[in-house]
């Protein structure tokens, strides 16, 4: 797969005159263009089922409280709710969605690990190493597109979106500023993609899917 994205990236440089940096963004917005249909319709179905939680939360109430003494029976009669009004936690197009954006982050990261980039982008003298800036900036926005991101949960998991954050800070330091723009201009995009998503969807009618 190396050889695919040093490929991408040397045409994106030479046809567009990008540098290596630049070509990088450029690169990583085309990929996440492409899964963007993935990705979107993966959102609706998290946004529609954030809707019919909200209308059974009376009736989720009620069997939290009457079988509150049998937690196996409790999830029982819950996934039974939830499968008689079409609510599905984990759909098809939810797992769809995490297992391409999984193959395409660890290709992405280990292409860029072993592609000799180098040059300089804005602030960074050198994308061949790792930047405290970029990092700091990039850890930021991933706990940022983490807090906006559709969730079925009641609450913000403000201790997840840390420690996330915290790895995120950490792993960068460690790496070419290369991954760290793949990363951030990644994590620009989902924020964005969140942010739509909440438009278009939220407080909306039961989306039929």
Do not use: H
């Amino acid at each position: 797969m190396d050889w695919l994205f040093q490929s991408a990236i040397n045409t994106l440089q030479s046809e567009l005159t990008l540098s290596s940096g630049l070509a990088v963004i450029v690169f990583t917005l085309v990929i996440r263009l492409i899964l963007m249909p993935i990705s979107f319709a993966s959102l609706k179905q998290t946004f529609s089922n954030m809707q019919k939680l909200a209308e059974l939360k009376p009736e989720i109430e009620v069997l939290k409280e009457k079988y509150s003494k049998d937690p196996v029976l409790q999830s029982q009669k819950l996934m039974e709710l939830y499968k008689s009004n079409g609510v599905s936690l984990m759909s098809k197009n939810t797992v769809l969605n995490m297992m391409v954006q999984a193959v395409v982050g660890i290709g992405m990261f280990q292409g860029l690990s072993n592609i000799a980039l180098s040059g300089r982008l804005a602030w960074i003298a050198d994308i061949s190493k790792s930047d405290i800036f970029l990092s700091v900036a990039v850890a930021f926005i991933t706990g940022l597109s983490m807090y906006f991101m559709p969730s079925a949960a009641d609450s913000v998991n403000y201790a997840m979106i840390a420690l996330m954050s915290v790895v995120c800070l950490i792993s960068l330091l460690n790496v070419s500023s290369a991954i760290g723009l793949y990363w951030g201009t990644s994590s620009v995009i989902s924020l964005f993609q969140s942010l739509a998503a909440k438009l278009l969807f939220e407080n909306k009618r039961p989306l039929v899917l």
